[in-house]
């Protein structure tokens, strides 16, 4: 079975643009988890989603979003970027409680 | 909300040493993750367990529910085992949102 993949691996921005990153789960996972990995704060959850519904939403702001498709890929949304948002962004996917982990996508805003 | 120690935060070791790292959380769980954080990014999930112990090659985890306690050992250890390793809990009982610790950094010198 193909693992977790994540796209694309890396990014630049510039503040205050957008960003989309994609995550393709494991085929027949139906959850998907975000989280954000900074030197200073480490790993944080963004949100869970689960058959298109977010389940779960960690304490970010609203300029972060994300959803899901009805193929359980999911995208995650950043928009307005500040250079905090510099991190790697992995997702995770599951079909009970343990979690598989994509490559990341290493995010960098300048 | 969980709050997850680990330590050490930093630990060096020669290669074949017997390794010990710890992880306490505050809040009762269904079950503990342990992941591994190579350079460059990608996590692998170690072991998720609930009670007892588990082992899967040199790794072995145990955890103590009562008194809110993991360890994960590495016997034998190898340069190849120098990664992160970050142990995790749901933030709630039955909730599949994570806490992550801070981490240990393993550095094995041959």
């Known amino acids: 079975k193909a693992g977790v993949t994540q796209t694309p691996r890396y990014l630049i921005k510039t503040r205050g643009q957008q960003v989309t990153l994609s995550c393709s789960p494991i085929?027949?996972?139906?959850?998907v988890s975000w989280y954000q990995q900074t030197p200073g704060q480490g790993l944080q959850f963004l949100f869970e989603y689960f058959s298109e519904t977010q389940r779960n939403k960690g304490n970010f702001p609203g300029r972060f979003s994300g959803r899901q498709f009805s193929n359980s890929r999911s995208e995650m949304n950043v928009s307005t970027l500040e250079l905090g948002d510099s991190a790697l962004y992995l997702c995770?996917?599951?079909?009970?409680?343990?979690?598989?982990f994509g490559p990341g996508t290493r995010l960098t805003v300048t | 909300k969980n709050e997850v120690e680990q330590s050490p935060q930093n630990l060096t070791a020669q290669e074949g040493e017997f390794i010990t790292i710890n992880c306490s959380y505050s809040v009762g769980i269904s079950a503990l993750h342990w992941l591994q954080q190579h350079p460059g990014g990608g996590i692998v999930s170690l072991f998720m367990?609930?009670?007892g112990k588990k082992k899967h090659g040199r790794l072995i985890a145990t955890i103590n529910i009562q008194e809110k306690h993991s360890s994960l050992h590495i016997t034998a250890s190898h340069p190849r085992d120098s990664a992160v390793y970050i142990c995790a809990v749901p933030s709630n009982f039955g909730n599949e949102k994570l806490t992550f610790g801070t981490g240990t950094r393993l550095t094995i010198i041959p």
């Open positions: 085929s027949g996972h139906r959850s």
């Open positions: 995770a996917s599951s079909l009970g409680p343990e979690q598989y």
């Open positions: 367990l609930s009670s």
